[in-house]
């Protein structure tokens, strides 16, 4: 049906500002960029990336079920007999053209989120929360630099009642023309941290970079901040001079217009009271941490900018569960019981590093049971990245961890920093420390594994999962 489709096939000409070479279709039901999660009936864009081609994918495109293709001219003759193609100048920028396309389309409410820590867990709070009000579209994974954005827009459904972005940098300048193209009507900073110091040099130009966000305003937008952010006047200065008319703050700051009065554990979950706009809320979540409770203040906060009801909002919290590679937990199995595993491998910093250990640490252990922290270096840090390591060793001593394992060049300043009796063992790299590591593991024990995604965490975290699958494969069934 005409009706279902996502583009219609000659409206695509106009916005991508292209050339058909074959029939053009009716339409298409969804945007792709990569063959592994390509649906039938996508529009596959062939952009170019750091390793590959998209233009050498075209083929495996069309077996998939691809409705078309967009490529660009330089490309034309290698293509052969596949049609239809959209032709045009340069791909990258004609998905650009079909993202701004959709933001003017769209009747949605627009909320976009950026921050040093945060951003991804936030943003899925978003999702679950709008979900419960009307059809919310949000990004994919963490689609949230230059092709992720513009991707995420030309996804956006025309019918869609609320949107979130997640904003994305890594240096100072590309927030803006993200931004740009989505034109919030609600733009979150979730807090600053050092993360990308060895690019920007400074927390202060960290803070300024993650308040380009507020550039793409709409001009009734709502600004919010992390009001206890040690950078915070210098964010609120940014959203002031991009024209921000609202700015409200969430934190734990006396006049926060979002004020969290605590966040429990309680088994899985974190209870929480909050006062927001002056009404005090209790309500649960589906992790646990005051890093999580923290950031669905900003949840509420846009809630409340929007217009929708902030007790309903705060009940769907109930139903949140951490993201794989964000505070993720599960119970594996070993042949003599079962342990925890807190999944914190997709990225890390300071800010977010202690954060982790302050979960780690509130974690109740089994029978017999130690916490374990198996840590990876912290990335992107600047000249100070040895010793912001090394004085980590004190939070972890203060998390009550029994034994750490650490991989990397950098976390061998934290791991040699620990008393002798809290090191378990240092490798130079995550796979190297695996082989080493994952017979230590026994029923009882809580482990949480956290570092940035360039160490390699990842398939670690993957790999005791498969060590505990191994002995539930062993155990007869009754």
């Known amino acids: 049906m005409k009706d279902s489709f996502l583009w219609s096939g000659l409206g695509l000409v106009s916005h991508l500002k292209a050339r058909v070479v074959g029939r053009t279709p009716d339409g298409v039901s969804g945007v792709s960029i990569d063959t592994r999660t390509l649906e039938p009936g996508d529009l596959f864009f062939a952009i170019k990336g750091h390793n590959s081609d998209g233009h050498d994918f075209i083929a495996k495109a069309f077996a998939m079920g691809a409705t078309a293709a967009v490529v660009d001219e ?11 193609l959209y032709v045009v100048r340069d791909v990258q920028a004609a998905m650009e053209g079909l993202g701004r396309a959709a933001r003017v389309r769209s009747k949605a409410w ?47 459904p025309e019918q869609a009642k609320f949107g979130v972005f997640e904003i994305g940098m890594n240096h100072s300048g590309e927030i803006t023309p993200l931004v740009d193209m989505v034109r919030p009507h609600v733009a979150i900073v979730t807090t ?4 990308h110091l060895e690019h920007l040099g400074s927390i202060e130009a960290i803070a300024e970079a993650k308040a ?36 409200l703050t969430f934190g734990q700051h006396a006049e926060a217009d979002a004020r969290l009065n605590f966040a429990r554990r309680r088994d899985q979950m974190s209870h929480v009271e909050a006062i927001i706009m002056g009404r005090t809320y209790d309500f649960q979540i589906g992790a646990p941490g005051a890093h999580v409770a923290m950031n669905s203040l900003a949840v509420l906060l846009t809630a409340q900018a929007i217009g929708l009801d902030v007790a309903f909002a705060a009940n769907t919290f109930a139903d949140y569960s951490a993201p794989d590679g964000r505070g993720a937990q ?12 807190i999944d914190e491998a997709y990225n890390a910093n300071p800010v977010s590093m ?28 600047g000249p100070a990245e040895v010793e912001m390591h090394r004085v980590l060793a004190d939070s972890v001593v203060e998390s009550g961890a029994d034994i750490v394992y650490a991989a990397g060049p950098l976390m061998k300043h934290l791991f040699y920093a620990l008393p ?16 080493l590591m994952l017979d230590a593991i026994r029923a009882g024990d809580v482990v949480m594994v956290k570092g940035s995604n360039g160490s390699r965490m990842g398939p670690l975290v993957a790999a005791i999962r498969t060590h505990a699958d191994q002995f539930k494969a062993e155990t007869p069934s009754c």
């Open 212 to 247: 380009e966000i507020f550039t793409g305003l709409t001009p009734d937008g709502a600004a919010i901040i992390n009001r206890d952010a040690p950078q915070f006047e210098r964010v609120r200065a940014g959203a002031l001079s991009a024209g921000a008319k609202r700015i």
């Open 110 to 156: 627009i909320t976009a989120v950026t921050g040093s820590v945060g951003k991804t867990s936030t943003k899925e709070m978003l999702r679950l929360t709008l979900g419960r009000f009307g059809e919310t579209h949000a990004s994919t994974a963490s689609y949230n630099n230059h092709w992720g954005v513009p991707l995420t827009l030309a996804r956006l």
């Open 330 to 341: 599960m119970r594996l199995s070993l042949a003599d019981g079962d342990f925890l595993l």
């Open 192 to 195: 600053i941290a050092p993360v």
């Open 354 to 381: 202690r954060a982790a250990l302050d979960v780690l640490a509130a974690s109740p252990l089994g029978k017999g049971g130690r916490r374990i922290a198996v840590l990876g270096d912290m990335l992107e840090l």
């Open 420 to 435: 002798a009796k809290r090191r378990g063992i240092w490798a130079p790299t995550a796979p190297a420390l695996q082989s």
């Open 74 to 84: 330089a490309h034309i003759d290698q293509l052969g007999a596949f049609r239809p």
